[in-house]
């Protein structure tokens, strides 16, 4: 039998390693919705809504490394272009698969559902295409070109790519072959010259500190990474959306960096060595610290995906794996020295019994629960700046959104990522109230496909990090409806569940005791004071002036 345009495309994401697609049915997709479902190596997973959808194909490919969602035209990829966008800042390679009107309907400019009424069927992509790094209409005629054209995009670029089907000729064989797309190169002698200039300021360098970013990760190099740091003897530290890049749990980590915000051994160290080594870092505003970071631009080395700048020469073409790896070769070993003392940590878990939970004796918790390889998830808001700073057990990375920056992205991003660890990691999910109102519904796919996360919601009664950065804490905005969290599980279909509501030390040290058991997903509602607040969010506070004039 003929491949269709459709079966084509999901073939294709197969051998790339998509293995399930997110998403909600409408009419116009159904011939693509069908394809999925009909899949013999892929599979459907339906979300409560769309931009759940693209948030869990977010956090799906940040396990999996690449992601895929699909949405009806119009009204439903609109629903998901926010997690596209988030998807797009983040460097994450997510496939957006639309469902369109038939091409007789596009050609006659007909007023169908789903349409602005105005006859214009190429507007949803135009608005697309500012969030993503490519896109196609997809017909019989280009469908094996433009699959390896949008696939090369999207790994190489690790940005989402748009893919729209008339649902027509989603349904027709695909006329014609194409191969896959080989990356672009490095240039050799543009690589040899960024290899010298880097050689030489590190060899006039009596001190230097590499930061790790996230793109790294993005692009599967952390383990070149490392064999770099190991080749080298450099130390590194870390900014906060850059946490669990490497190995916390390694000779060579100082600490967490965040300018003059926090741990100020660790900046002095960063800003006052003789080199700084950016890997994949971007130095936005939570990255800085409220933009109070100050490395200096002659005595930086910024690696990046497909170039690197070194005392302000830029060398284009050097693509970054070719790049540390040459370097790991070419750098001796040196000691290079480093803070004196511990690495910063937080304060011991204190308190018991009926003391009631503050963000002094919840976050020290927090960080004892987590055990190797887990895969924690933590919410834009107070409890990644908590987090941030926790110290990770071997193997467990930390999940956040920190440049985007969207609330509600963790529940549905957690799901994504229970769906991609498949029960082998365990994912720990840590919301606030607040943003948890945007996608609690999400919890219920949990239940449906048998996945066991362990999650913490925390109840602060309102945005708490908006009355940490707005003129008036109190005023109206801030507030919430009062839900019983604890509560929502069992409505949502979790009904096997451990759950618990705790507003007491012996209370929350009993349930994370059961937690921790595993065998079951659980559910655990925090409940503290209303500006309960880790140090970084009142830092933040402090700094707004700086956080918002930069």
């Not at 670029?157 to 089907?165: D, L």
């Not at 930086?300 to 070194?310: P, Y």
């Not at 005023?475 to 979790?494: F, R, T, V």
Request: glycine share 8%; proline share 5%; hydrophobic share 40%.
């Amino acid at each position: 039998m003929s491949t269709t345009v459709i079966q084509h495309v999901l073939n294709r994401l197969r051998d790339i390693g998509v293995r399930h697609v997110f998403g909600v049915p409408g009419d116009y997709a159904f011939p693509v919705d069908d394809a999925i479902a009909e899949h013999p190596d892929i599979d459907w997973i339906g979300s409560c809504n769309e931009l759940n959808a693209a948030y869990s194909a977010d956090g799906y490919a940040r396990v999996h490394g690449i992601g895929a969602v699909c949405t009806t035209y119009g009204v439903g990829e609109l629903s998901a272009i926010n997690g596209i966008a988030g998807a797009y800042t983040e460097h994450l390679p997510v496939f957006h698969l639309v469902g369109m009107p038939k091409m007789p309907v596009q050609a006659h400019h007909s007023l169908v559902h789903h349409t602005l009424g105005n006859g214009e069927f190429d507007l949803f992509q135009k608005m697309s295409d500012a969030v993503v790094c490519a896109s196609a209409i997809m017909t019989p005629q280009n469908a094996a070109a433009e699959t390896e054209r949008l696939i090369a995009a999207a790994l190489y670029h690790r940005r989402p790519v748009y893919m729209a089907f008339p649902a027509d000729l989603a349904e027709m064989p695909v006329i014609g072959k194409a191969q896959p797309l080989s990356p672009p190169a490095s240039d050799p002698a543009q690589v040899e010259a960024a290899v010298q200039a880097i050689t030489d300021m590190l060899g006039r360098a009596n001190s230097a500190c590499v930061l790790p970013g996230i793109l790294t990760t993005r692009v599967g190099l952390g383990a070149d990474l490392q064999h770099f740091l190991d080749a080298t003897g450099l130390p590194f530290a870390t900014m906060m959306a850059d946490k669990s890049v490497l190995e916390e749990a390694q000779p060579a980590y100082i600490g967490m960096y965040d300018g003059k915000l926090m741990n100020e051994s660790v900046r002095r160290f960063v800003e006052d060595g003789d080199v700084v080594v950016l890997v994949g870092a971007m130095m936005h505003d939570f990255n800085t610290g409220a933009f109070t970071a100050n490395l200096d631009p002659g005595r930086t080395i910024d690696i990046r995906h497909h170039h690197v700048s070194v005392d302000g020469m830029t060398y284009q073409s050097v693509e970054m794996k070719d790049l540390l790896d040459a370097l790991a070769q070419k750098l001796p070993r040196k000691q290079w020295p480093r803070p004196s003392g511990e690495v910063n940590r937080m304060s011991q878990a204190a308190g018991s019994g009926d003391d009631s939970i503050t963000a002094e004796n919840l976050y020290p918790r927090w960080e004892n629960f987590l055990k190797p390889d887990d895969i924690l998830v933590a919410e834009t808001g107070t409890v990644s700046m908590g987090l941030a700073f926790a110290r990770l057990p071997h193997g467990a990375t930390f999940q956040n959104q920190s440049l985007w920056g969207s609330i509600g992205w963790a529940t549905p991003a957690a799901v994504g990522a229970a769906v991609a660890a498949a029960d082998e990691q365990r994912v720990v999910l840590v919301t606030g109230d607040g943003s948890h109102q945007l996608t609690a519904q999400e919890i219920s796919q949990f239940g449906r496909f048998g996945l066991r996360p362990v999650v913490f919601v925390l109840n602060n009664h309102g945005y708490l990090i908006e009355r940490l950065l707005c003129k008036d804490p109190d005023i109206a905005y801030n507030d919430l409806a009062n839900w019983h969290y604890s509560e929502l599980p069992k409505a949502l279909g979790c009904d096997d569940w451990f759950t618990a509501r705790v507003s007491t030390l012996a209370e929350l040290d009993q349930a994370m005791e059961t937690a921790a058991k595993g065998g079951t997903g659980c559910y655990i509602e925090v409940m503290t004071d209303t500006y309960a607040a880790p140090p970084l969010a009142n830092q933040l506070h402090e700094n707004i002036d700086t956080l918002y004039s930069a």
